[in-house]
């Protein structure tokens, strides 16, 4: 059997859990520089205001109703799915994240005592009980069928986020309810060509020829009917595999026009990549640096990119931040107001596959690296890093509505006043 544990509205969850005064309140969470709503609550879905507008739209709707309105604090959410996780980890011996929000159990042949519909109640209220996040919890015989049985859990029946899929006439009777572009691994274009064939609900995909349907689609969609109809289809490697291009890019909080300004803002993109590379043992051997104006605008349109090939690949944020450095003097145009810039590894090598050249004079120093990581991972990102990219940082994501790091970071532990 498979559980399928998912956080309801996690990023709009994640910021009742240290705020109890808006636990009752309809909560939205922006996007980037406070520029469109990518979570609600189900309170704020009740309001009408659709996901992914732009948040300038909805405004005065979301004043009217009283929601409570945060930027998106990536450091709290990712600490709490962390936890999160290791939480969820506890119940069963084999465990793959899908995504921050989301992770599957794999249990074998194993069975709980008490039965499964007891043992989901157990999963999500050991969540809540120890973060004070609701996660809804589906179980079925395929990674498929649990994905069903969570999507059964939140919109049908009573809807309290758990569903068991452990029978035949179980499993029919919610099919039966499903369109087919509500299966996992069913997207908008193969529904559409599916209808065509008369093809609407996820029972009539399940008793669909897989072989027929492989012909037609692929093997992919294929593997979906087999798993639809208790057969796993679906395995994980139990490693990830290494990334083959590592980019940070991110929108300017203000639009950029000094040339000092573009500089720091490609410097701590540097920083950030090789703080991927080191994370994943890779090293670099060709950047690509780029910086554009609003592409959108009206007039004043602007792109350049530029490529910087090391002679020996690298992970040194040393020499990442120096090519960032030379490249912001080629990038930057006075007059162009720069709306966002970024930076890419696009030709990357394990480590363990670096040819070493002992002629070449390397300027790289694993050790410093290895120390830096460890500072910023024990007391929080930037702790330590290089001065190339400033400390008054004009550029910066715009996030007005942020809320507390509760959990990262030292100067933001919630404080009791005890009279």
């Not at 929601?67 to 969820?88: C, G, T």
């Not at 669909?208 to 208790?230: A, H, M, W, Y």
């Not at 910023?376 to 996030?399: C, D, E, F, L, P």
Request: hydrophobic share 35%.
């Amino acid at each position: 059997m498979y559980a399928l544990v998912d956080a309801n509205s996690f990023y709009a969850s994640a910021e009742k859990v240290f705020d109890p005064a808006i636990r009752n309140k309809p909560v939205v969470v922006l996007t980037n520089n406070d520029g469109c709503i990518c979570a609600m609550c189900e309170l704020a879905k009740s309001t009408g205001v659709k996901k992914f507008g732009p948040y300038y739209k909805v405004q005065g709707l979301l004043k009217r109703y009283g929601a409570v309105v945060r930027s998106s604090n990536y450091e709290l959410y990712d600490d709490l799915s962390n936890k999160m996780m290791q939480i969820v980890g506890a119940f069963a011996p084999d465990m793959h994240v899908y995504s921050i929000d989301e992770c599957f159990l794999h249990f074998g042949n194993w069975c709980p005592p008490e039965g499964w519909q007891q043992y989901a109640q157990n999963i999500k209220q050991a969540v809540w009980q120890q973060l004070r996040l609701p996660v809804g919890v589906g179980i079925g015989s395929t990674p498929t069928l649990a994905k069903v049985a969570s999507h059964a859990g939140k919109r049908l029946g009573n809807k309290n986020g758990l569903a068991v899929l452990d029978t035949p006439q179980t499993i029919q009777h919610v099919l039966q309810q499903m369109h087919v572009s509500d299966i996992w691994g069913v997207g908008k274009r193969i529904s559409a060509r599916l209808e065509v064939q008369g093809i609407s609900s996820a029972w009539q995909l399940a008793q669909c020829d897989p072989k027929s349907i492989r012909k037609q689609f692929s093997v992919e969609t294929e593997r979906t009917v087999r798993e639809l109809n208790g057969t796993p289809c679906i395995a994980w490697d139990a490693e990830r595999a290494n990334k083959k291009q590592i980019y940070s890019t991110r929108a300017f909080g203000i639009k950029v026009t000094q040339e000092n300004d573009l500089r720091q803002a490609l410097c701590w993109h540097a920083e950030k990549v090789g703080e991927k590379l080191r994370r994943q043992q890779s090293s670099v051997v060709t950047l690509t640096l780029f910086a554009h104006a609003n592409p959108f605008a009206s007039e004043g349109h602007y792109h350049k990119a530029v490529q910087h090939k090391f002679a020996h690949p690298t992970n040194d944020t040393r020499a990442l931040v120096q090519a960032a450095s030379y490249a912001s003097q080629v990038l930057f145009k006075a007059g162009v107001l720069f709306h966002k810039c970024g930076i890419g590894a696009i030709e990357i090598l394990d480590d363990e596959h670096v040819q070493p050249d002992m002629f070449a004079q390397l300027t790289h120093n694993p050790k410093l690296m290895q120390c830096m990581d460890a500072i910023n991972k024990k007391y929080g990102s930037q702790t330590i890093g290089a001065a190339a990219k400033g400390t008054h940082q004009n550029w910066t994501m715009k996030r007005d509505f942020l809320s507390p790091q509760y959990t990262t970071n030292w100067q933001h532990l919630p404080k009791i006043h005890c009279n």
